[in-house]
């Protein structure tokens, strides 16, 4: 079973697209779960790629097609990640912010926060201050999710924040972040409600502020 799992880390690692849905269902089939596939396939793939772009060993092109990979089995298990038949919670909003393009994490957050029985808005990657703004007026959700990947991009948090509190949107709605570089202290600094090193931390966290 394991090897199934280790050839879906290579599949991922090599940017197989052809073979990643094959495996996907192989692994299925077999009575692995989504989150076997995701957790002990997936993202040791993933973990893999990021080591070798650090060290130079992989470059952006390679990297690309090993998220089109990793994408194309997420298309697979989404259904089933979010099968929890759970009740609507609240609207939950997130996005990308602007200048940064990646959009795994931020995605596999969605795809949680669905399953835990919230209506989610995904406004994709490189949104503007102004875009969030718009979607929070239009949308009115109870918590605002912005994922960042890139040091440089983390700034665009904060001026998203102060764009919600110009529009004197900010008091209406939960803000959490997360990402790769951002931190706690950093979510606090910017004035965040929150902050989740993962998907599942962050359903727990959404959790917790629609409890309240
Ligand atoms: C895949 C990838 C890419 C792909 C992105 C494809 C895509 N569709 O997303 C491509 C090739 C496009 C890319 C481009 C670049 N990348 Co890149 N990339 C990566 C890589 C290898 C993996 C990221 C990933 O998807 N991880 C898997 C997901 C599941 O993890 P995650 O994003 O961290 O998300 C989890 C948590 O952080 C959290 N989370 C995420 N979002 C949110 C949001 C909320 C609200 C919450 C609560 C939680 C949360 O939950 C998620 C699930 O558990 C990382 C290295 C790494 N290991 O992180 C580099 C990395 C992020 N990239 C890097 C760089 C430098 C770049 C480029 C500048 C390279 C270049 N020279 O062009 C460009 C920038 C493009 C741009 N403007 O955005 C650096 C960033 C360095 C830094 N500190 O700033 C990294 C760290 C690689 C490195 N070590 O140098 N990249």
């Known amino acids: 079973m394991s090897e199934i799992l280790s050839k879906m880390s290579e599949a991922v690692i090599k940017g197989d697209t052809d073979n990643i849905g094959m495996l996907t269902e192989l692994a299925l089939s077999k009575d692995l779960t ?20 650090r060290a130079g060993n992989m470059f952006v092109p390679e990297v690309i097609v090993s998220a089109r990979a990793m994408q194309a089995s997420m298309n697979i298990i989404r259904p089933l990640l979010v099968e929890t038949g759970a009740e609507l919670t609240g609207k939950f909003l997130i996005g990308t912010v602007q200048g940064d393009l990646h959009d795994i994490g931020k995605n596999l ?4 926060m669905e399953g835990a ?4 808005v995904d406004l994709g990657n490189d949104v503007a201050p102004e875009t969030f703004v718009q979607a929070v007026k239009e949308e009115k959700p109870a918590i605002v999710g912005m994922s960042a990947l890139l040091t440089t991009t983390m700034r665009a948090m904060d001026r998203t924040i102060q764009a919600l509190e110009e529009a004197g ?3 209406q709605v939960k803000i959490m972040v997360g990402g790769a570089p951002v931190t706690s ?3 606090q600094r910017i004035g965040a409600d929150g902050y989740a090193s993962n998907a599942p931390a962050a359903v727990d966290l959404a959790k917790r502020f629609v409890a309240k």
């Not at 957050?109 to 949680?112: G, H, K, L, Q, T």
């Not at 029985?117 to 989610?120: A, K, L, N, T």
Request: hydrophobic letters at 55%.
């Open 34 to 53: 989504a989150e076997d596939i995701l957790n002990k396939g997936l993202m040791p793939g993933m973990d893999h790629v990021g080591v070798e772009f």
């Open 109 to 112: 957050v969605a795809i949680m």
């Open 117 to 120: 029985g919230f209506e989610v």
């Open 169 to 171: 949107l900010r008091e």
């Open 185 to 187: 202290d950093f979510a």
